[in-house]
């Protein structure tokens, strides 16, 4: 599935970087389309996946291992080191002025499950709430959630349902953090919104309210209140092998996305009032994500000026299909630039780095008139920036280890040091253009930090 890229001569080493850029996006799309072939509308009902009971296509991770539930690995979530507790409450909102766009030919509207997380009073309810709810946790470890979240890991190798968060449900507010600038998270494509739950957390320990978006029938799984499963649907039929077809299909997935997203902000508005008490600022609102979720907070940024400032953890700003001269199908954000502050986070793997690996970051680069720095995380791989850096490694020691190992997946970068660089670079950002105080860590290179380069 080799893309059509117009060659040049003389031979010129930039393209090459291009070509690899661009066959790492089709590769994760056409993952995404062998697991969206195996998916069925079929999967078992929270009870019963909780149960470890097959109910047929789709059963959960404990499906064929009734009994030994108990004996699979679990991890856990590191602690938040924000001075506040956290507290969460999931909301489920209905956008009626649109039709489902992944569902074509019904009268459904578009439907999404997101989470607010907060800074919360202390002795909250006694047990934190679990990062995944049962039935999306027997299917994120099911054969087709493992296949579309592209782990490596085995399906029922895990207790994905065991991981605890550190938040507890629907807590008080604790009013000491003040009124709380509101930041909205986007996952990678085809990953949940739990996925990056070490992160958000932590910083709604530090003070914020951060609000975490599944867009629905792309993630591999959103599980709404009445129990209903709403599995991966973006291909509609068979999935795209022609380099024009795959760019329409990015085009449509960050479009959707970006409507996701000024969606859940205007219902932020009403919820504010009705339901929070005036507890969320509205008027210091930021963005972040990871891979197709950092181009999200790009693009949402460009597309809504209430977006004051994001970050774009490794997510190429472009569309493949080979219109532009360089292989290229550059987004609006990369074309135009800003005039607020993006920070871009590249990682170690093949076609990333720093803005000049790859043409949809170096044309943001240039065009961009607002502040922007651009780190990479040494030794890492595109999913160290999620839950994935924390977790893999504490599984790989019980004996789950990704096909192809650990490092693969995660990376050589010791994940405690790239949890710790995370957490501190995200919240030095926010904290800088959100929250009115600057700890200076983005100046420049920092001696706590060295696997953080910056390119220049």
């Known amino acids: 599935m080799t893309p059509d ?12 970087r291009s070509r690899r850029s661009l066959d790492r996006r089709q590769v994760l799309v056409a993952g995404l389309a062998a697991s969206a072939l195996l998916a069925t509308a079929a999967v078992p009902s929270p009870a019963a996946a909780a149960a470890g009971r097959a109910d047929g296509p789709g059963a959960g991770p404990a499906a064929g291992i009734t009994g030994r539930r108990a004996s699979l690995p679990t991890a856990r979530l590191p602690r938040p080191t924000g001075p506040y507790a956290v507290g969460t409450v999931a909301l489920h909102l209905v956008d009626r002025s649109r039709a489902e766009p ?6 459904a509207r578009r439907e999404l499950m997101v989470s607010l997380w907060y800074p919360a009073r202390p002795g909250g309810s006694a047990r934190p709430v679990p990062q995944m709810t049962a039935g999306a946790a027997a299917h994120f470890g099911s054969a087709e959630g493992a296949a579309a979240m592209n782990l490596g890991m085995a399906p029922g190798s895990v207790d994905w349902g ?38 958000v957390e932590d910083l709604a320990s530090r003070g914020y309210a951060v609000v975490t978006v599944d867009h629905t029938h792309e993630a591999t799984e959103v599980e709404f209140p009445d129990g209903r499963l709403a599995t991966m649907r973006i291909f509609d039929g068979a999935p795209p092998t022609d380099p024009e077809a795959i760019s329409a299909l990015l085009e449509k997935a960050v479009a959707v996305r970006v409507a996701d997203s000024r969606f859940v902000l205007d219902e932020l508005a009403r919820l ?13 609102v930021g963005m972040f994500g990871q891979s197709a979720g950092g181009f999200t ?40 630039g800003l005039d607020r502050p993006l920070l871009l986070m590249g990682s170690g793997s093949e076609g990333s780095g720093d803005y000049r690996q790859q043409p949809s970051w170096a044309a943001f680069w240039a065009n961009t008139r607002g502040w922007k ?26 004996g789950a280890v990704p096909e192809g190992g650990l490092a ?5 970068v ?17 904290g800088r253009w959100l929250h009115g105080h600057d700890d200076h860590l983005l100046d420049g290179p920092s001696e706590r930090f060295p696997e953080m380069v910056f390119a220049r």
Do not use: C
Not at 317 to 328: I, L, S
């Open 5 to 16: 890229v117009m060659t040049v001569a003389p031979h010129d080493p930039s393209r090459d």
């Open 102 to 107: 992944w569902v074509p030919g019904t009268s």
């Open 162 to 199: 065991a991981t605890l968060t550190h938040a507890h449900e629907a807590a008080p507010v604790d009013r000491r953090a003040g009124q709380l600038p509101v930041v909205l998270y986007s996952p990678g494509l085809g990953d949940p919104r739990t996925w990056n739950t070490t992160l």
């Open 272 to 284: 504010n009032r009705t339901r929070f008490g005036g507890a969320l600022d509205l008027r210091r």
């Open 297 to 336: 907070a790009a693009q949402t940024m460009h597309d809504d000026r209430r977006f004051l400032a994001g970050i774009n953890m490794d997510g190429e700003m472009d569309y493949v299909g080979g219109r532009e001269p360089d292989g290229t199908h550059l987004s609006g954000v990369a074309l135009d």
């Open 373 to 398: 720095a651009d780190v990479t995380l040494t030794g890492s791989r595109h999913a160290s920036y999620t839950d994935a850096g924390v977790l893999l490694p504490r599984l790989a020691r019980q």
């Open 408 to 412: 693969g997946a995660v990376g050589t």
């Open 414 to 430: 010791p994940s405690h040091r790239a949890l710790a660089a995370n957490r501190a670079y995200v919240a030095s950002f926010f």
